[in-house]
Nanobody
Framework: QVQLVESGGGLVQAGGSLRLSCAVSGSIFSMNTMTWYRQAPGKQRELVAVISWGGTTMYADVVKDRFTSFKDNAKNTAYLQMNSLKPEDTAVYYC??????????????WGQGAQVTVSS
């Protein structure tokens, strides 16, 4: 069994920083990607960043140069470091982990969501 736990988030003033983490545990054979999404009230969920366990990262234009995703292979954990936060970054952030279990079965897990609120 594989589990995903998301943590972090909170309330910060504009210009501040927050970090999210998503940790995968259990019978993991390999990790493929961790994708970060966000959903603001009344808006559709949007992709924020993707990090592959091969080391490739991709960012949405609206967060590029402000957000950084990195990982800890030993902990099967990915992080989203968010700097220079703006009020428009306010949203619930979700992580999505894709990989394979020790039985080589694919898994696709979603975090429970973390509220990020940026005050002006």
């Amino acid at each position: 069994q594989v589990q995903l736990v998301e943590s972090g988030g909170g309330l910060v003033q504009a210009g501040g920083s927050l970090r999210l983490s998503c940790a995968v545990s259990g019978s993991i054979f390999s990790m493929n990607t961790m994708t970060w999404y966000r959903q603001a009230p009344g808006k559709q969920r949007e992709l924020v960043a993707v990090i592959s366990w091969g080391g490739t990262t991709m960012y949405a234009d609206v967060v590029k140069d402000r957000f950084t995703s990195f990982k800890d292979n030993a902990k099967n954990t990915a992080y989203l470091q968010m700097n220079s936060l703006k009020p428009e970054d306010t949203a619930v952030y979700y992580c999505n982990a894709v990989g394979r279990t020790e039985a080589t079965l694919p898994f696709n897990l979603w975090g429970q969501g973390a509220q990020v609120t940026v005050s002006s």
